[in-house]
């Protein structure tokens, strides 16, 4: 069974950095194609960035320039590095892999002004 994990979430300031962690178990991140999302209050869930087979990024324009997807094949991890926090970046974040249609529990991000 395939599942995904996400960690890192937490408090941060305004400015600060956080690095999440989407974590797989049942399948190798590396063949897949991976997709972060957010999710504030009484909100939508957006895309917010994705990460191709190839490593090719490609991110929404609030986030450009802050936030980095990254893989570690060997550790069988993809992380979205985000800089440069702005409290509109606090919601619940999900790892989601578009080829099995499935989503992490997702992790809270927190960004205080």
């Known amino acids: 069974q395939v599942q995904l994990l996400e960690s890192g979430g937490g408090l941060a300031q305004a400015g600060g950095s956080l690095r999440l962690s989407c974590s797989a178990s049942?399948?190798?991140?590396?063949?897949?194609?991976v997709a972060w999302y957010r999710q504030a209050p009484g909100k939508q869930r957006d895309l917010v960035a994705t990460?191709?087979?190839?490593?090719?990024?490609a991110y929404v324009d609030s986030v450009k320039g802050r936030f980095t997807n990254s893989r570690d094949s060997a550790k069988n991890i993809i992380y979205l590095q985000m800089n440069n926090l702005k409290p509109e970046d606090s919601a619940v974040y999900y790892c989601?892999?578009?080829?099995?249609?499935?989503w992490g529990q997702g992790t809270q991000v927190t960004v205080s002004s």
């Open positions: 990460i191709t087979t190839g490593a090719f990024v």
């Open positions: 049942g399948t190798t991140l590396s063949n897949h194609g």
């Open positions: 989601r892999l578009p080829s099995m249609e499935i």
